[in-house]
């Protein structure tokens, strides 16, 4: 009786680990289908997955080790769980690695910081590969019995650590102001860290069942739905915030304005993007529009601000400044950004833009009264234009 209910014991763990690792498998592998893998945070996010699942298979052979399901040397015990240990620690970096990386830190040019992120998994590997002779971890006697070593718990706290910083640095920037209009977003990464440790304590004192396994998984899956609704709102062409996301943002924005700002909407206009499309054909255009979003977005780092593609060449942005900056100064300074990229067309031609700006008037005034009054600038900045240009229809 006692064998079947060992027997069924290791089932039970088997198959959720089985299961657990092939949801994670298919999220990983959506992901490189899908193409959604091509950013740079999107892969790192990607390896985590993978990495969890090779930890998943890790325990799954632990178990039927343990269990005496499987009969292997003990060397071969100590090697999977040293795999299981680093694959985990390795996910757990790469997890923080992703969450900074949507935070907007280059964490991969940050080379002191990228190097002191590997210093506690240098750590765990360094104690794993010493724990065969010292059991400092754990250990396996000679009848292939586990046992905790003095230093058991500092594996989880090494691995667990990266996750713990991920989740109070995410809620750092769900409590900021500035990112009023994410904090839903940042929220859910800074949950991911939950259902693992509240799995893993549970681990700890019920062996018989992948507890951490399915705590994991539930964390991916909420993690993966978050990335799939963020890449929802954005354009995907240009990779910024498409017309629904951009205005949420604005009238997020509006609705958390300080007394001691002015909030500012600007449309940006690409001049002559027709004739670019007609002569020079739509991979030109295309490659233009994503050059005007990649600056857009660049200057927005330098201000308080957030873009969007409005449709077509048009971009619209919105700037939060000091009280009485000005209009005037608000859109000179974006067509002096844009024209130090020096963004040209195939025959070497400047791509020059339009700017149409409108101030946000309080509570008196609405969106569609400030995207109105931005559009009717910026068609009057056009037709200033075409004026120096004695009459000459170079716009569209």
């Known amino acids: 009786m006692m064998g079947g209910l060992c027997i069924n014991a290791t089932l039970l763990y088997s198959e959720l680990n089985i299961l657990c ?18 950013s740079e945070e999107n892969r790192i996010f990607s390896y985590s997955v993978y990495l969890a699942a090779f930890a998943n298979i890790c325990d799954f052979l632990w178990n039927l080790c343990l269990t005496g399901t499987v009969n292997l040397p003990v060397m ?37 910081l990228f190097v002191l992120y590997f210093v506690p998994l240098a750590v765990l590997a ?13 250990y396996i006697d000679a009848s292939g019995k586990y046992y905790r070593g003095t230093l058991f718990y500092a594996q989880q ?21 500035k990112n009023y209009a994410r904090r ?17 304590i549970i681990q700890i004192t019920v062996q018989d069942i992948p507890v951490l396994s399915v705590g994991i998984v539930i964390s991916y899956l909420l993690a993966y739905i978050n990335l799939l609704e963020r890449l929802i709102s954005l354009d995907p062409l ?10 949420q943002r604005l009238e997020d924005n509006i609705k958390s304005l300080k007394a001691t700002e002015d909030l500012y909407f600007l449309f940006i206009d690409i001049d002559s993007f027709k004739s670019i499309n007609d002569t020079e054909g739509h991979n030109e255009g295309d490659r233009v529009l994503k050059e005007i979003a990649a600056a857009l977005k660049k200057y927005t780092k330098t201000i308080n601000g957030s ?8 971009f619209a942005l919105f700037v939060l400044t000091e009280l009485n900056v000005g209009i005037e100064s608000v859109c000179a300074g974006l067509e002096e950004y844009i024209e130090k990229h020096r963004i040209t067309r195939k025959g070497g031609k400047t791509v020059t833009v339009s700017t149409g700006c409108s101030k946000y008037l ?6 569609q009264g400030l995207i109105f009054r931005a559009d009717e600038n910026m068609y009057s900045t056009k037709k200033e234009k075409r004026k120096m240009k004695n009459g000459e229809n170079c716009f569209k």
């Open 126 to 138: 360094v104690l794993l590969m010493a724990n065969s002779l010292t059991g400092c971890l754990f």
């Open 238 to 247: 240009t990779g910024i915030s498409n017309r629904r996301e951009f205005l």
């Open 76 to 112: 071969a015990m100590y090697l999977i769980d040293f795999f299981y240990f680093i694959s985990f620690g390795a996910s757990a970096l790469c997890w923080l690695i992703y969450t900074d990386m949507v935070q907007k830190n280059d964490i991969l040019k940050n080379k002191k």
């Open 21 to 38: 690792g092939v949801i994670m498998l298919i999220i990983a592998i959506n992901l490189s289908i899908s193409g959604f893998d091509k």
């Open 157 to 177: 706290a090494l691995s667990y650590g990266y996750i713990v910083i991920s989740a109070v640095k995410c809620f750092s920037k769900a409590t900021s102001r």
């Open 307 to 314: 873009c969007g593609r409005y449709g077509g060449d048009e």
């Open 362 to 367: 309080g509570d008196s005034d609405d969106i």
């Open 184 to 200: 839903g977003y940042f929220l859910t990464l800074s949950t991911f860290v939950i259902p693992p440790i509240i799995c893993g």
